[in-house]
């Protein structure tokens, strides 16, 4: 009985710290979080976690709870060696080892004391895909780990691999928006540069940024194979006097391929042609190191990316400068590239939307609603991008929330409900750092604030909370009411309006609910809204 209490509490330990493991965003964090949650619900002395996620296991965390300093060099000495973390890739359930002395896929492994010799392997698998892998040594006040623990184990294992992907997958959604802003701010510059030469430098300082290369440089060339502009930079991005190498620039644009080269003393040179169908504009190369510890800042396909940007920007420059008449072509691409942008915004949230059938399409439908107030008030065509943007991106944070409590038919219980409130504040920190988005972080951290004081993260109250915010609170809970739900039915426009009109100087500010109303009314046969 003593035992199966014991069991008992260890479980729903598990089960509590496994709901905090899905609203934690930092990869590190994520991997430091299930090693000390494996070391005290498996009762073990030490413990050491790793991962590897992504198509080209890219992904990559390492973490230990316990203090064995021998063990946990030897572990992480050997991880590409045939050994127990690679048997971890292939087993499908967790397995115990009494001594890992005595077993040979072990025995490399330095023990700091025989108390740690017996050891709990859990395989973490993700979509019948093995990804990682947890390993317990030395169980506390025993001398063996026990069925139990390989019961808890299990459960372990799936929560951390859900953990693991939803990390993985807010670090590439970071990294996706990272890369398109760069892009998208690089064509920006090509097209406003004043002349080629700083055209050229702008494409080589995003290069280098990207490649996280020691030397970079670019070569330009005018329509009769004359130098147009040249650059050079070092490894901290400052002008260099590095020779280009000229005929790998040649033979790139004559291919117009990649081209990997190796000039020796350990150094892997990248050399790119820049060009367009109508023109080929010269080349850009990379020096960086030749060694596998040496990591991008990106992959070769983003790489690729943007000198074909960095080629269409190039063109546009040129013909702006060729022509001016031609300014209103080239505005209209620069719209283009703009709306392409947005379209892709549009497809990662509706990608994150369709996690959830009864919110599918939620994002797009807010956002067109908030514009058209937004417009019935007379906001700029500034004001109007930024809550396009922020109504689009305003659930993001929710990749961080575990399917289990957004698909939960019922209401959510209080562990619940303070899991959720998260999202505000994890859709902020997704959306940091990238420069055209900052003016959305206020609706996406504020749009679930309420007029007297009782939303959430901040509890602002009336004018406290940013004016986008709370016009998208009102759009927001108009759409929640009129649709369906798994724990209600939806209800009408009429009723949904009437409910608004009660909550105004409650819930909602006054004005953003009459201003709705007023839009609602006058654009309902348009706007094809629930009876």
């Keep these: 009985a003593w035992e199966r209490s014991g069991y008992h509490q260890r479980l729903m330990e598990l089960i509590q710290a496994g709901s905090q493991l899905s609203s934690v965003v930092d990869p590190t964090a994520t991997a430091q979080d299930v090693a000390a949650i ?15 996620l992504g198509q080209e296991r890219n992904f990559i965390q390492s973490a230990s709870t316990g203090n064995a300093p021998r063990l946990l060099e030897s572990l992480t000495a050997s991880i590409e060696a045939e050994n127990i973390i690679q048997i971890a890739f292939q087993a499908v359930q967790p397995f115990r080892v009494r001594d890992i002395r005595k077993y040979a896929a072990t ?26 892998g947890i390993f317990a040594f030395g169980k506390q ?47 920006n510059q090509i097209i406003l540069a004043e002349d080629l030469k700083s055209a050229a430098s702008d494409i080589a300082q995003t290069a280098h940024k ?24 070092d490894s901290a991005g400052k002008p260099d006097t590095i020779e280009h190498p000229m005929q790998l ?68 420059s040129l013909l702006l400068v060729e022509s001016r008449r031609q300014a209103v072509e080239i505005k209209a691409a620069y719209d283009m590239l703009e709306q392409t942008y947005d379209q892709t915004l549009a497809s990662l949230i509706s990608a994150l939307d369709a996690r959830d059938r009864e919110t599918e399409g939620h994002s797009m439908r807010v956002s067109s609603l908030a514009v058209k107030v937004g417009e019935s008030l007379g906001y700029s065509a500034e004001q109007l991008k930024i809550l396009e943007r922020a109504s689009i991106l305003h659930d993001i944070g929710k990749i961080g929330i575990s399917d289990s409590i957004l698909h939960k038919p019922g209401p959510l219980n209080e562990a619940e409900w303070k899991i959720m409130k998260m999202h505000p504040d ?57 649709s369906n739900r798994p724990y209600r039915q939806k209800i009408s426009t009429a009723e949904a309006l009437e409910y608004l009109r009660e909550e105004a ?5 006054p004005e953003m609910v009459a201003a709705f109303e007023k839009m609602v009314v006058e654009n309902q046969a348009s706007l094809l809204l629930p009876e």
């Design 426 to 482: 994890i859709g902020a920190k997704i959306v940091e750092g990238i420069p055209f988005l900052q003016d959305t972080i206020p609706v996406i951290r504020h749009h679930q604030e309420r007029w007297n004081g009782t939303g959430y993260p901040g509890g602002l109250k009336g004018e406290e909370i940013p004016p986008l915010a709370r016009l998208f609170s009102v759009v927001d809970a108009f759409d929640a009411l009129t």
């Design 505 to 509: 100087g409650i819930l909602f500010d």
């Design 249 to 316: 620039v040649m033979d790139a644009m004559a291919s117009g391929q990649l081209i990997y080269f190796s000039p020796g003393q350990s150094v892997l040179r990248t050399c790119m042609p820049i060009q367009t169908p109508i023109r080929k504009y010269g080349a850009v190369w990379m020096d960086a190191p030749d060694d596998p510890g040496h990591k991008p800042a990106t992959n070769p396909n983003d790489l690729q990316a943007l000198v074909n940007q960095a080629a269409i920007a190039l063109e546009r």
């Design 141 to 187: 006040n025993e001398v063996f780990f026990t069925e139990n623990d390989e019961s808890l184990a299990e459960l372990l294992s799936i929560q951390a691999a859900g953990a693991f992907e939803s990390t993985w997958l807010q670090q590439e959604l970071r990294a996706s928006l990272r890369i398109t802003s760069l892009l998208y701010r690089l064509s």
């Design 107 to 132: 025995a490399h492994l330095a023990i700091d004391n025989p108390g740690l010799r017996s050891m709990l392997t859990i395989p973490i698998r993700w979509h019948q895909v093995n990804i990682g």
């Design 210 to 233: 990207l490649a996280r290369s020691t030397s970079t440089g670019i070569v330009l060339f005018n329509p009769d194979d004359s130098i147009a502009a040249e650059v050079r930079i």
């Design 38 to 52: 494996a070391k005290e619900i498996l009762q073990a002395k030490f413990t050491f976690v790793h991962i590897q």
